[in-house]
């Protein structure tokens, strides 16, 4: 429990930072959040909460939140009437529109709205507004893990459950530093005492640490990884034939891709020992339930996609889909990344439904009443081509919604470039001002965790409630009432949302949209997620399990393709992007740490926090450290071919490989984003964060 002081009442609710979803009570006193502890009865954390989510009821009340509606006026933003304020977005809008096309405006959301508020902007920018150009910052860190689960298995949805880690016998984790980032699911490995942990990453992670076998490969070298422990399970017939044969497709495709991946080809890229290799994939092969989990080091990458479809063809071959304790996991990043991705209008319309079916379409317009033809028949831009799009000038009005790009959007300069460009942009945000906000002719000030009701869906497709336990400050709204209101000044307001007053009224349609489908809400109620804790989907009406049961998808064989079978993908190596070169001799590597979220707009606001973690570091080997003259705690600037951090301080460590660095993300001051490159993964478009050429140099002296 954080700093308790007398609650009045508690308010069950959700955390609002990773997508675990810890269970939380709020404790209220006289319309403050004084405190929060762990729901003991959770599902998910059982009581148990990390320092961030302890401390998060201090975001509520931190210095630096939105508070009025703010308009640029001769250069300055001046604060106006929400009357005005939507007003004046809307008029804005339908100018540009009339000026320059229906689909010159933008939109870029985040993981962090509940999944009603989800299910309203996508209607509202697409069938009120009137773009398909809408994207979330999602696609900053897991459209690679939905490309990939729709390529293999022909729709997104991770398959597993948190319960696999307690059940599988061999872990697999990949790029993924769950005890940093993760750290309530990471109790869930302790707890598995009769596990093999095997770690992929070329940093010593604290998950690392932990593991039975580090693999420390070679940056961005799991692809090849991947593929050579496959071609080591179809050689040595270490696959489950029977299951291959039944369930999947494109084996023999498969086999003759993986020709060139010799162990002797892979132990070359990867940087590990040819016997290594190979007594992984025994023991995954091998293994009676393997569990294969990974995150953002598979996702930030231009192979991302194909890594991860090597990783589901590694389950597929090994028959451990949706069995329990195995199963292929993209373990998700912000609270409700998941709820983007079902409700959609961004890489599907709701409920996994395809832009390109007519048949979907169809299914949505009698549903919502209006004719098929307003529904887009293809998605629109992902979010860095809506960026290009303003660089080039054909994206004219841009709507950013609680995500704060100018420090998380790689390769900064673009940006500034691409919003300096435009006519209007919109900033809807809890706080201000934020790097982002201050270049905005609109602000609007939104409510935030703790002060608004909906639901989250977590990594293992958990619903779970999501309550308002006090009022926003001052003039803040719900993001839910501002795209309602907003609505109501486009008119269109009584056409989507006939009678729609309060988050329950989206839940409601959302229940009947998802019916049917792979996400399938109709026999979820917001009580029934209150009583239990959250309900994995699919749930339906007529479920005939406990709605606290545990779920795995394709748990029978068949998969959302039309043959029901799953692909298997070849996929292949490449050497990332920008190699180091002697101008730029390390690599660099960025991610994150346990104390801050995302781009610190919340946690660099509390104090505890900010104590526990108050700059970024730059981690080097001591063998690079020696050869540059450097020491411990001096400070080095970071320079790429694009742009300049200045004075980081220096961690010396074996933590790193020699001729790599690692930078946090989090700190606008010292904003990684400034060198890191503009390439995205051609399938997916996530940005390939995790690698790019750099040098170090000691910084002048202050
Ligand atoms: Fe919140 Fe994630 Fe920490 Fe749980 S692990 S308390 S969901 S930040």
Same mark, same amino acid.
């Given at each position: 429990t954080s700093a308790r002081k007398h609650a009045e009442r508690w308010v069950n609710s959700t955390c609002g930072y990773c997508s675990v979803g810890c269970g939380m009570q709020l404790g209220v006193r006289e319309n403050k959040v004084v405190s929060v502890r762990g729901n003991p009865h959770h599902p998910v954390n059982r009581g148990k909460l990390c320092p961030k989510g302890l401390a998060e009821h201090y975001a509520i009340e931190a210095e630096g939140r939105a508070l009025y509606p703010l308009l640029r006026r001769d250069g300055a933003l001046t604060r106006v009437s929400w009357d005005d304020a939507l007003s004046t977005m809307a008029e804005r809008f339908r100018a540009v529109q009339e000026k320059h096309g229906p689909e010159s405006i933008g939109v870029i959301s985040t993981g962090q709205l509940v999944t009603e508020e989800f299910y309203t902007l996508g209607k509202l920018v697409q069938l009120g507004i009137g773009t398909r150009h809408y994207d979330g910052n999602t696609t900053l860190c897991m459209s690679t893990a939905v490309a990939g689960y729709k390529r293999s298995f022909g729709s997104d949805g991770p398959p597993g459950a948190y319960q696999d880690l307690e059940l599988a016998d061999v872990i697999l984790l990949i790029g993924a530093n769950i005890a940093e980032n993760h750290p309530i699911l990471c109790t869930r490995l302790e707890a598995n005492k009769s596990k093999t942990l095997i770690v992929v990453d070329p940093r010593v992670t604290k998950t690392a640490m932990m593991a039975d076998l580090h693999l420390p490969i070679k940056p961005r070298s799991d692809l090849a990884l991947i593929n050579a422990m496959l071609r080591v399970i179809i050689d040595e017939h270490l696959y489950n034939e029977s299951y291959v044969d039944a369930h999947t497709s494109g084996f023999d495709e498969l086999r003759s891709s993986l020709e060139p991946y010799t162990l002797e080809y892979a132990a070359g890229i990867t940087g590990l020992d040819e016997p290594l290799i190979r007594r992984v994939a025994h023991l995954c092969a091998g293994a009676r339930a393997p569990f294969i989990g990974w995150t953002m080091g598979v996702n930030h990458s231009t192979k991302g996609t194909e890594t991860v479809n090597a990783i589901n063809n590694l389950a597929l071959l090994?028959?451990?889909?949706?069995?329990?304790?195995?199963?292929?996991?993209?373990?998700?990043?912000?609270?409700?990344?998941?709820?983007?991705?079902?409700?959609?209008?961004?890489?599907?319309?709701?409920?996994?439904?395809?832009?390109?079916?007519?048949?979907?379409?169809?299914?949505?317009?009698?549903?919502?009443?209006?004719?098929?033809?307003?529904?887009?028949?293809?998605? =629109?831009?992902?979010?860095? *081509?809506?960026?290009?799009?303003?660089?080039?000038?054909?994206?004219?009005?841009?709507?950013?919604?609680?995500?704060?790009?100018?420090?998380?959007?790689?390769?900064?300069?673009?940006?500034?470039?691409?919003?300096?460009?435009?006519?209007?942009?919109?900033?809807?945000?809890?706080?201000?001002?934020?790097?982002?906000?201050?270049?905005?002719?609109?602000?609007?000030?939104?409510?935030?965790?703790?002060?608004?009701? =909906?639901?989250?869906?977590?990594?293992?497709?958990?619903?779970?409630?999501?309550?308002?336990?006090?009022?926003?400050?001052?003039?803040?709204?719900?993001?839910?009432?501002?795209?309602?209101?907003?609505?109501?000044?486009?008119?269109?307001?009584?056409?989507?949302?006939?009678?729609?007053?309060?988050?329950?009224?989206?839940?409601?349609?959302?229940?009947?949209?998802?019916?049917?489908?792979?996400?399938?809400?109709?026999?979820?109620?917001?009580?029934?997620?209150?009583?239990?804790?959250?309900?994995?989907?699919?749930?339906?009406?007529?479920?005939?399990?406990?709605?606290?049961?545990?779920?795995?998808?394709?748990?029978?064989?068949?998969?959302?393709?039309? *043959?029901?079978?799953?692909?298997?993908?070849?996929?292949?190596?490449?050497?990332?992007?920008?190699?180091?070169?002697?101008?730029?001799?390390?690599?660099?590597?960025?991610?994150?740490?346990?104390?801050?979220?995302?781009?610190?707009?919340?946690?660099?606001?509390?104090?505890?926090?900010?104590?526990?973690?108050?700059?970024?570091?730059?981690?080097?080997?001591?063998?690079?450290?020696?050869?540059?003259?450097?020491?411990?705690?001096?400070?080095?600037?970071?320079?790429?071919?694009?742009?300049?951090?200045?004075?980081?301080?220096?961690?010396?460590?074996?933590?790193?490989?020699?001729?790599?660095?690692?930078?946090?993300f989090h700190f606008a001051e010292t904003n990684a984003n400034q060198v890191t490159q503009s390439a995205f993964d051609p399938i997916s478009r996530e940005p390939n964060f995790k690698q790019c050429a750099v040098r170090v140099e000691k910084s002048p002296t202050a």
């Open positions: 090994t028959g451990s889909v949706g069995r329990a304790g195995a199963s292929p996991f993209s373990i998700t990043g912000q609270c409700n990344a998941m709820g983007t991705r079902e409700a959609g209008f961004s890489s599907s319309l709701p409920g996994y439904r395809k832009f390109e079916s007519e048949d979907h379409r169809n299914e949505l317009a009698q549903i919502w009443n209006i004719d098929a033809s307003c529904i887009p028949a293809a998605r =629109g831009l992902a979010y860095p *081509d809506i960026i290009e799009a303003a660089v080039a000038g054909r994206i004219r009005a841009l709507w950013i919604i609680g995500t704060n790009p100018i420090v998380s959007f790689p390769n900064i300069d673009v940006l500034r470039h691409a919003l300096g460009n435009l006519d209007f942009l919109v900033v809807q945000d809890g706080f201000h001002p934020t790097p982002t906000t201050e270049l905005a002719h609109l602000v609007l000030p939104a409510a935030i965790w703790g002060e608004k009701e =909906g639901s989250y869906t977590n990594s293992e497709r958990r619903v779970s409630k999501v309550n308002k336990a006090v009022n926003p400050p001052a003039e803040a709204r719900s993001d839910f009432d501002i795209f309602l209101q907003l609505a109501d000044k486009l008119g269109c307001r009584e056409e989507l949302f006939p009678q729609w007053q309060r988050p329950s009224d989206a839940f409601e349609e959302w229940r009947r949209v998802s019916s049917g489908r792979l996400c399938d809400y109709s026999g979820m109620t917001y009580d029934a997620i209150e009583s239990s804790g959250g309900i994995q989907w699919p749930f339906t009406a007529t479920s005939p399990d406990d709605p606290s049961s545990t779920r795995r998808l394709y748990a029978d064989g068949h998969f959302e393709t039309e *043959d029901t079978r799953a692909r298997l993908i070849p996929t292949h190596w490449a050497p990332f992007p920008e190699q180091p070169s002697s101008e730029f001799p390390f690599v660099l590597n960025t991610g994150r740490t346990v104390e801050h979220w995302h781009t610190r707009t919340k946690t660099g606001a509390i104090s505890i926090l900010q104590q526990l973690s108050p700059r970024a570091w730059l981690e080097m080997n001591p063998t690079d450290a020696v050869r540059l003259n450097l020491k411990p705690h001096d400070r080095v600037d970071i320079v790429s071919a694009r742009g300049r951090v200045n004075r980081v301080e220096l961690r010396v460590t074996e933590i790193i490989a020699a001729g790599q660095v690692f930078l946090p």
